[in-house]
């Protein structure tokens, strides 16, 4: 198709900057997980977003950080090997009027990879001084970004904007997904992210860092238009199994609630949710495990 521009687009930034809020508000639905915690993003997972003159491939990372254990470093590592093939990257800081350690550090990564870079200032709708503007004078000298828009993803301010910016500077290509397709993983991962998020949401200290979630079984029950979801929560230690399952059960009973309400509405039909939390004796300072509980092997 002539004029059709399609490509794969990276998304990076430093945790809690709006990576997975800036994709989930161009898709029109939830698909990432959302959390003020960092680390919440473990995969590159793709968001696909379908329009009629192109199709754009965003591929979301885990947040850049400092590595505090074996997880973190695997993380990190993830984020930049996310990077190799892609046709552009987009890069997200907040409105801070200066250029951050982190993400000094970080752009000093990028000055290696060849595709163009499109800044992406996020939250301006919570500044009301100048620091927008001086965010990007301190970016621009720089000169490492093919373009610089803020935006709002809450409220959705230049969203169209950033994506007409980032369309420009993709290749003219093939639709590599069909029109239906919003992400490139199973419905089973998507379900798994939503228990994971509710973890985040309930919980505290490493309990979140802590815990890996498998849905090992998703079936239709026909006769009670109903489906039933059947998961495992992984854990590190017993006294995290403890304290995840709550006293009488509460804090997995408020999981299961929450994320059930989450599920039916990606599903679009009522569901039973069962979880159990099971220990898996320090998986997270294991690399073999590791890949294994955050879905890079299955």
Known sequence: MTGFKSGFVGVLGQANVGKSSFINAI????ILIVSSKPQSTRNRIKCICNFEDAQMIFVDTPGLHKPQNRLSKYLSSQAYAALEGLDALVYMVEPWSAVSAGDRDALR?????????ILLINKIDTIRDDSVQRTMEAYRVLELFQDI??????????????????????????????????????EEFVIAEFIREKIYELTRAEIPYSCAVDVFEVREREDKRLIEIF????????????????????MIRQIGQRARREIELLLGAHVFLDLQVKVSKDWNEDERLIKKMIGQER
């Not at 990564?109 to 870079?117: G, S």
């Not at 409220?155 to 904007?161: C, K, R, S, Y």
């Not at 495992?232 to 995290?240: E, K, L, P, T």
């Open 27 to 30: 898709l029109g639905k939830k």
């Open 109 to 117: 990564h990028l000055k290696k990879f060849e595709q163009p870079i």
């Open 149 to 186: 828009w803020p935006i709002s993803c809450k409220l959705g301010i230049q969203m169209g904007q950033a994506l007409e910016a980032i369309k420009n500077v993709l290749p003219e290509g093939p639709r590599y997904f069909t029109d239906e397709s919003s992400t490139d993983r199973p």
């Open 231 to 250: 998961a495992n929560i992984y854990v590190a230690r017993d006294s995290q199994k403890g304290i995840l399952v709550g006293n009488g059960g509460k």
